[in-house]
């Protein structure tokens, strides 16, 4: 087994870099083919989901493989190779088993537990079976991941250290008030009609959420999700489809919007949002939006410096207190003492200092130094242990929740400056799962991974001598063959039952002398160091390496028929 995996995901890289990686469904297929295509790899998979994307082969080359992995993951997603690599992870034979097994058991999930992911793991089999480029070592390792997952939630109690990204994010939404009691007789636009979406809607309804609208570009899967709500024996829940260019207008309808679609541009923009809640975009204008997006991707170093100042027209208020955070970055003690730097004294609410600050006519960069101190204050304030609440982004009562669970964004993020409006997307999730406590349970499922882990290291080390030990078995059986023609010729006069019995005696023999030599090699070929024992077997006994490559290419094809469909 040379088993490589190449990939990204939100424990690698922000997600500014991950939502411009994402690969649509085209796109992986055309990624499997170009892998398969390169010289290093045999066989291969993807893994793509909202917040990972993985490429595995089996190579017979590891640096080639490395480098031609990484190179097709940045042809195909679109981000120049220079700027992926540092974000970029590599694993290797055990470790890369390792590494699938617990992203099945939700270990490596941004919600540590959740059970979605294997779903996606299934349909990279899947997807690998329908294109033929998953053998037998993709569906054994795909497959048993699957076992695995199941295996850890069932035995274990994972769930409870986690749960689906919908229902973490509707937590989130509901800041620390019960789902139940947070959505009930509210009104929802469920924006897509993916798994995802699908998800969402239903956890909406068991929630007991008045009404449920979905928008969809295809209208027929907006109607069989409707349909699926609304049937007797389900949810209960009123429903209906809508076109998605009408999705804008039901916002002036709901109380909530769940996205996630496959878009590669913003599905809501500020304005559509602000439009419909009838209120002013921040600045009046798009740019004003692009001013405060450029400081706060400058401050998470994300945007060259230069960019910052191309905006600065746009806003030069905004770009100005960007100073003031940069004199905390370079200067933490500012903050050390609890007390505002600035001497504006009232940390309790966030819109009333601001005003303070405005009010006492401080320089640009010294509102900024009081910004950093309140934002600090209310980062101190975030309840532990546990998962911390995201931050209410606009004073006031929230007039509209946004959930946001796409790849790029479906979700212009400008919408958090709009006036009751609170927006929880991947990266704000990702925030907030940081702090979620490791229960016990992990660690159980952290051992039954290094357990499986074991055990079909073992099983692959020891398939991979099967062709060899069959090869050696179909030689003996032609000296047994050629020594019985022989001794017809020497002793014609045998009847039938003296020429079987003595076919047999002989068979009987040789399955004697091979039989401990076989089973003692399969129990050493399967520790850990055993591939040698295959080269081994066949320069003892001087085995044609044609012979063992036809067997191993047969019972490859053997195994594919098996598991296709099998998912």
Not at 151 to 162: L, P, V
Not at 166 to 179: D, I, R, S
Not at 340 to 362: I, M, N, Q, S, Y
Not at 454 to 470: E, L, N, Y
Request: aromatic residues 2%; proline residues 4%.
């Amino acid at each position: 087994m040379s088993l490589l995996v190449v990939g990204i995901s939100h424990r690698s890289a922000p997600v500014s870099v991950l939502e411009r990686a994402s690969l649509s469904a085209d796109t992986q297929v055309k990624l499997l083919h170009d892998t398969l295509a390169a010289e290093p790899a045999v066989e291969a998979s993807v893994l793509a989901t909202c917040n990972r994307i993985e490429l595995y082969a089996d190579v017979d080359k590891f640096h080639a493989g490395v480098a031609e992995l990484s190179t097709l993951l940045a042809q195909h997603s679109g981000v120049g190779l220079e700027e992926l690599t540092p974000y970029l992870y590599v694993h290797y034979e055990d470790r890369a088993v390792h590494h699938l097994f617990s992203v099945a058991c939700g270990l490596d999930s941004m919600v540590i537990g959740e059970g979605q992911i294997l779903g996606q793991i299934k349909d990279a089999l899947a997807l690998g079976q329908e294109l033929h480029t998953a053998g037998r070592l993709m569906n054994d390792l795909f497959q048993q991941s699957l076992r695995v997952g199941k295996r850890a939630h069932s035995e274990t109690g994972i769930d409870r250290a986690g749960q689906s990204l919908v229902t973490f994010g509707l937590e989130q939404l509901a800041c620390g008030a019960p789902v139940d009691e947070w959505a009930a007789g509210k009104r929802a636009l469920v924006i897509g009609a993916g798994s995802m979406s699908s998800l969402a809607a239903a956890t909406l309804a068991r929630a007991g959420v008045a009404e449920i609208v979905v928008a969809n570009r295809t209208q027929e899967r907006a109607e069989r999700l409707v349909q699926i709500l609304t049937e007797p024996g389900g949810t209960g829940v009123a429903a209906r489809a809508v076109p998605m260019d009408a999705a804008a207008d039901e916002l002036t309808r709901v109380d909530v919007v769940v996205s996630c679609t496959g878009a590669t541009g913003l599905v809501l923009t500020a304005e559509a949002v602000a439009a419909a809640l009838d209120e002013a975009v921040p600045g009046d204008a798009p740019e004003a939006f692009a001013a405060m997006d450029a400081v706060d991707e400058a401050r998470t170093g994300t945007v060259a410096a230069e960019t910052v100042a191309d905006v600065a027209e746009a806003d030069a208020e905004v770009i100005a207190r960007l100073a003031g955070f940069e004199r905390v970055k370079e200067n933490p003690a500012l903050l050390a003492d609890g007390e505002c730097p600035v001497g504006l004294d009232d940390k309790d609410d966030a819109a009333a200092t601001g005003t303070a600050a405005a009010a006492a006519g401080l320089p640009a960069d010294d509102m900024g130094l009081h910004g950093a101190w309140v934002e600090n204050a209310a980062a101190d304030r975030r309840p532990t242990p546990g998962r911390r609440t995201v931050r209410a982004q606009s004073a006031g009562p929230v007039r509209l929740a946004l959930l946001d669970l796409a790849m790029p964004r479906d979700i212009d993020a400008a919408v958090h400056r709009i006036p009751g409006v609170r927006l929880v997307d991947i990266e704000s999730l990702a925030g907030a799962s940081a702090d979620a406590p490791m229960a016990a349970d992990v660690d159980q499922v952290r051992t039954i991974v290094s357990d499986e882990v074991a055990a079909f290291g073992a099983a692959q080390r020891a398939a991979h001598i099967t062709p060899t030990v069959v090869a050696l078995r179909a030689m003996a059986a032609d000296v047994v063959a050629g020594e019985v023609s022989r001794l017809e010729g020497r002793l014609p006069d045998l009847d039938d039952k003296q020429r079987a019995e003595i076919t047999q005696t002989v068979r009987r023999v040789v399955d004697k002398l091979l039989h401990a030599p076989t089973v003692r090699i399969k129990q050493l070929a399967a520790e850990p160091g055993g591939a040698g024992y295959a080269d081994a077997l066949r320069t003892l006994f001087d085995l044609d390496p044609e012979t063992v490559a036809s067997v191993s290419r047969a019972d490859l094809n053997d195994a594919d028929v098996k598991n296709r469909g099998r998912v």
